[in-house]
Nanobody, 123 residues
């Protein structure tokens, strides 16, 4: 079982940066691929990025490619999402999720979720 806690959200101006963290409990953290999703008010939760258990494989949604970077530190049981060049369309609640399988983009394929952290980008 994995428990996830996100942090690092906040209010930032357009063009700014934020770094989100996802802290995980459990001794088998490196066995899980971790993904970031986001959900804006009135919209469905959408895939943002994913990283393999080893950290060697990474994928991004086209909407964030080149601006966001996902990384992990298995020694610290943590995954990070560095977000640069933020724009108001990036405003959402950001969630991290754990799966035994990499690059799963459907919400229903994830068993473990954090509570989310709010990111608001002002214009």
């Amino acid at each position: 079982q994995v428990q996830l806690v996100e942090s690092g959200g906040g209010l930032v101006q357009a063009g700014g940066s934020l770094r989100l963290s996802c802290a995980a409990s459990g001794r088998t953290f490196s066995n899980y691929a971790i993904s970031w999703f986001r959900q804006a008010p009135g919209k469905e939760r959408e895939f943002v990025a994913a990283i393999t258990g080893s950290g060697l494989g990474k994928v991004y949604d086209d909407s964030v490619k080149g601006r966001f970077t996902i990384s992990r530190d298995n020694a610290k049981n943590a995954v990070f999402l560095q977000m640069n060049s933020l724009n108001p369309e990036d405003s959402s609640v950001y969630f991290c999720a754990a799966s035994s399988y990499f690059n799963r983009r459907s919400v229903s394929e994830y068993r473990y979720w954090g509570q989310g952290t709010q990111v608001t980008v002002s214009s």
